[in-house]
């Protein structure tokens, strides 16, 4: 007998629930008075990687408040970006990413992200999440759905999938949610992955959703 998942409901009750928790700086609208790009998206998403989300926004804030175009940071000293986005993690290494990533979008984009998912992956250290991630969030295309940690984890331990890596989960996802949550899904789960669905000992006593969940693989709680 097939599954019947109520994502409409569980939508509702989690977009409700997570409306007072800080939103994830990569799918803000706005940040203070820097303007939101494809680009700054870019940025701001290889920054977030091993970073705390409170973290990656300062460092994004610092730097395009000096270099928000890819002909800037092209331009920029690589001592100069690291000290801007510090301390995110890896900070020596991201900052000659960036930089490099910079000087292949002026080289062969004409300093334009590729509006293309596939072109977005020739760039050097862009993967699926942060494709992704540039598609949605910094174009605004709604058939695209970023998997990181949280979005891999959590469904698997609901119980709608059974994946192991976050390319798998993709591509079940994208087989049984209706494709109307795909742009809200990263923003829910990252928050909800970061206070109560927590890795390690959730929070279940206070989760929303806890009727819904089969608690796979969960071995403590809260």
Not at 60 to 86: C, G, M, N, R, V
Not at 127 to 156: E, Q, S, W
């Amino acid at each position: 007998m097939k599954q019947t998942i109520n994502f409409d409901l569980i939508f509702k009750i989690l977009k409700k629930e997570l409306k007072n928790y800080r939103e994830p700086v990569l799918s803000k609208q706005k940040w203070n008075k820097i303007k939101k790009t494809p680009f700054t998206t870019l940025i701001s998403c290889l920054l977030s990687l091993r970073t705390k989300d409170i973290v990656t926004e300062k460092a994004s804030i610092k730097l395009f408040e000096k270099y928000d175009t890819p002909e800037k940071l092209a331009d920029a000293k690589t001592k100069d970006i690291e000290l801007l986005i510090y301390p995110v993690g890896f900070y020596h290494t991201k900052a000659k990413r960036i930089k490099e990533i910079s000087q292949t979008i002026v080289d062969k984009y004409n300093g334009k992200v590729p509006k293309d998912f596939n072109e977005l992956l020739r760039l050097k250290g862009v993967g699926r999440k942060t494709a992704n991630i540039v598609m949605i969030y910094g174009f605004n295309k709604k058939r695209f759905l970023p998997i990181d940690t949280h979005c891999n984890r959590i469904p698997n331990r609901i119980g709608w999938i059974k994946t192991k890596t976050p390319e798998e989960t993709e591509q079940k996802l994208k087989k049984i949610l209706p494709q109307k949550y795909w742009f809200d899904f990263n923003n829910l789960f990252v928050q909800f992955g970061q206070k109560i669905c927590l890795p390690i000992s959730p929070i279940c006593t206070k989760c929303p959703i806890n009727y819904y969940c089969k608690k796979i693989g969960v071995k403590k709680y809260r």
